[in-house]
């Protein structure tokens, strides 16, 4: 195989263009979406805030209610689903429960 070296560079300007052009275009979509960003941004940053400071202020009312409750790691309540797959009794135990 031979390669033709006058054509391969008569070709290189007109690859240059066409990569020239990828970025251009990235650019613009990269631009478009910050643009985008800024433009929806405000409008919901205004609704936010106050949605913000009511959803605060319920989260403590409920840790405040729930102190009341029996607390438990997630250590134990895991310990706990074991023990009970382990106690359920099946048809046959030489099957396991992955397959």
């Given at each position: 195989?031979?390669?033709?070296?006058?054509?391969?560079?008569?070709?290189l300007?007109?690859m240059?263009?066409?990569?020239?052009?990828?970025?251009?275009v990235?650019?613009?979509?990269?631009?478009g979406?910050?643009?985008?960003?800024?433009?929806t941004s405000?409008?919901a940053?205004?609704e936010?805030?106050?949605?913000?400071?009511?959803?605060?202020?319920?989260k403590?009312?409920e840790i405040?209610?729930?102190?009341?409750?029996k607390?438990e790691?997630a250590?134990?309540?895991?310990?706990e689903k074991e023990?009970?797959d382990?106690?359920?009794?099946?048809?046959n135990?030489?099957?396991?429960q992955?397959?």
């Amino acid at each position: 195989m031979k390669i033709d070296l006058n054509a391969f560079m008569d070709s290189l300007p007109i690859m240059g263009v066409g990569l020239l052009g990828i970025f251009i275009v990235t650019l613009v979509i990269i631009i478009g979406i910050y643009i985008l960003k800024a433009l929806t941004s405000r409008s919901a940053d205004s609704e936010a805030s106050d949605n913000k400071e009511k959803d605060i202020e319920e989260k403590y009312n409920e840790i405040d209610n729930k102190s009341d409750m029996k607390k438990e790691s997630a250590m134990d309540l895991m310990k706990e689903k074991e023990k009970k797959d382990f106690l359920k009794e099946e048809e046959n135990n030489f099957i396991s429960q992955d397959f």
